[in-house]
């Protein structure tokens, strides 16, 4: 039982407690910098709000309360007590500048990716430039054209392990196919050896349950940047314990702290062609632009697994929705394939990424499937150090406020129909509909791997339907129907993901 002294210390915590809590509330419904914004009440009051839509349940649904807010509210809207949303796609690039405008991330976003001293979480503009310029030349287009023949080899290999599954009863799981092919091709561009998910009979899929694990708690770790701090400071043996299904993520890390340490203990290597690094960590260890600080234990190995986690998973989802879309859809597949045999009269061609591009119809359905599977799902919130002027809106200095991709590749006024897959919609030149491209954001904060992600996208689809023909078995539209945000595109929880048979094509 307690005391009178203990009854009274309770009775003050819990008064003080709720005295605080109504004062910020007050304070944010009444003199916060956005209280003027519309929106509902109860969003603006709490993080809660938000909470409750991405995390109870089957989480992952504020990207739908968002729209809904937008029909109610209009095309600026105050989403939580500290952010707002804009859905205009001619605001984009505002947002989400380059050249000398400067933007910062919001440090509350950022810390879900765990890996707080690589570029993608770097949240002040400048840090953020330093670190990015040191990467530039490893993915800069020159650089990915000459370690195409990498690429390639990894695309000939997957083919070749379709060519196993063809004409017989064999069922593909494509998404975790191709998981382990743009693993194999980020490694080896990346790390300088790949890690051979491909050679493997199922094709590794260990690593796509452990990413859609991480995927899944990608809003909680956001909600609780604490909890991730101090997770990271468990030995990997209890987070196994308690996660088993994280076990290849944890040899992953294992493996990219034993590379790094190996490199930065090893004397720094001088080379004829100081653009031509030999893997990710050279490039950074022996930037010229880098200061000593930059080239730390922790910055190599946050940098690797950000660029490693997000280069293979983002491409390996879109090329998993291009795939459903072209066989889902027999007249842009066979025009597609009709293109294909000219480029490719049989199957020993082999042309280059340079030449496919050549192919404005395979152009456009790589546009269309980037289009339709949206990159990213999240709104990724920008800072600008200036007042942003948004038609009657003056949004403060340091406010974060974010577009939403899937909201811009959707919007009909943009693209009839968005909801089809029609590649013609790009061979009008005329109405400039790259703008509203932004699958790998823009700005200077735009993805660092567009280039090589372009040239996976281009020579996968290009040779596998070239050399393939599919059935889908038990796959439907719902399978790839964009139903939950977690970070990436989810669909539906239960879904097997797109699984098909294969067969051969003369």
Known sequence: MLTLEATKLVITASTLSLLYVFTLVVYRLYFHPLCKFPGPKLAAATQFYELYYDIIGKGGMFIWEIERMHEIYGPIVRINPDELHVKDPDF???????????????????????????????????????????????FSKRSVFRLEPRIQDKVDKLCNRLESFANTDRVLELDIAYAALTLDVITEYAYGSSYNYLDDPDFKPEWKECMNTVFEQAAFRRATPWM??????????????????????????????????????????????????????????????????????????????????????????????????????????????????????????????????????????????????????????????????????????????????????????????????????????????DRYLTSFSKGSRGCVGINLAYAELFLTIAYVFRHFDFELWETTIEDVKIDRDLFVPASKPGSKGVRLLVKSVD
């Open 92 to 138: 984009y690039d505002d947002i989400y500048a380059g050249g000398n405008k400067k933007r910062d991330k919001y440090a509350a976003w950022v810390h879900m990716a765990g890996a707080a001293e690589s570029a993608f979480s770097t949240v002040d503009h400048d840090v953020h430039r330093l670190r990015r310029v040191a990467l530039n030349p490893f």
């Open 228 to 433: 991730t701090r101090i997770v990271q400071t468990f030995p990997d043996e209890f987070i196994l314990k308690m996660m088993p299904a994280l076990a290849v993520l944890i040899k992953w890390q294992q493996d990219i702290k034993t590379q790094v340490k190996s490199i930065l203990d090893a004397k720094q290597e001088t080379s004829d062609d100081a653009d031509n690094p030999n893997t990710i960590f050279h490039a950074l260890r022996d930037s010229d632009s880098l200061p000593i600080e930059e080239k730390s234990f922790k910055r190599l190995t946050d940098e690797a697994e950000i660029l490693v986690a997000a280069g293979s998973e983002t491409t390996a989802r879109t090329l998993s929705y291009t795939s459903f879309y072209l066989i889902n859809t027999s007249s842009v597949l066979d025009r597609l394939r009709a293109e294909l045999r000219i480029i490719m009269p049989d199957k020993t061609s082999k042309p280059t990424w340079s030449k496919l591009e050549q192919s404005e119809y395979l152009c456009a359905v790589v546009s269309e499937g980037l289009r339709i599977s949206c990159g990213i799902t999240t709104r990724l919130p920008r800072l600008a150090r200036e007042s942003i002027i948004y038609k009657d809106w003056v949004v403060p200095p340091g406010t974060p406020i974010s577009q939403t991709t899937y909201f811009i590749s959707m919007d009909p006024e943009i693209f009839p129909e968005p909801e089809k897959f029609k590649p013609e919609r790009w061979l009008n030149k005329e109405k400039r509909l």
